[in-house]
C-alpha cells in the first residue's frame, strides 16, 4: 500500500493524471453494491427501525453518485416491490454502465437515473432513505448537498452517508494522512467520521450519530430529517 501512495506521488509530481474506465468503474460498482448489502445488516442491528423502514411500502430511495447503480440494486433488492430508487451521477456514460447493471438484474423499471450533480437537488418531502457516499463527492458539492437532501427527505427520513476516513483513534496517522492526500488530488470530501456529524448537525439533521463499523471498512454517519 505505501509502494502505491508512493508510485501515486511520483506521477502526481510528473503530472501524471489517474483515468477512469468501464472495468474499474464496474469493479468499483461491484464493490459498493456488496458493501451497501452488508451496510444494511449492520443497520438493521444497530438502527431500531431500520430493518421496517427498508421493507415498508413505496419506499423511495436516493441513491447519490449512483455508479452503475449497484448500491441502488442492493437496497431494492431487499425493499417491498413496490419500492422505487432514483440514482444521480454527473457523467452520462457512467449512466449507461448504470442502466445495463440493473437491465441484468431485472430492477431497471425500478430505478430512475438522473444526470445531476446532488449540490443542485430541488425536491422536497419526495424520499425516506438516501445514501451519500462522500468519497464520491467533492468538497463543495457535499457542503452544497448536506441542506438539499434534507430538504428532499421526507419528516423522519434517514440519510446514511459514508467516509473513508474512519478517525485517529481508529486507524493509523499515517493511513489517514496518505488518504487525506489522495482525497485532495482528487477532489473528494475529506471528512472523517467526526467532520461528517458536525456537518450534518450543523445542516439541520437530527439524532446524528457515528455507527460503529467493522476494521478496515468505511465508517457510517445516520441522521434523521426532522420531524
Sequence with gaps: RIAAVLREAADAAEGIGEEDNDDILVAEGMSSG?????FLDLLATRVPGFGDLVKQDGLRFL?????IGAVAAAVIGRAA??????????RPSTLELAADHLSSLGVRDRVDLREQNVAELAETDVYDLAWLPLAAIAPKAAAAALPRLRTALRPGGLLISSTVLRGARQAPAVREAAIRWRMARK???????????EQLTAAGFCDVQEIET???TTALVIACAPE
Design 214 to 216: 467493522p476494521a478496515r
Design 63 to 67: 441513491d447519490v453518485g449512483t455508479g
Design 34 to 38: 456488496a458493501d451497501m448489502a452488508g
Design 81 to 90: 416491490a413496490d419500492a422505487r430508487a432514483t440514482g444521480l451521477d454527473i
Design 187 to 197: 477532489n473528494i470530501t475529506p471528512w472523517s467520521a467526526v467532520e461528517a456529524v
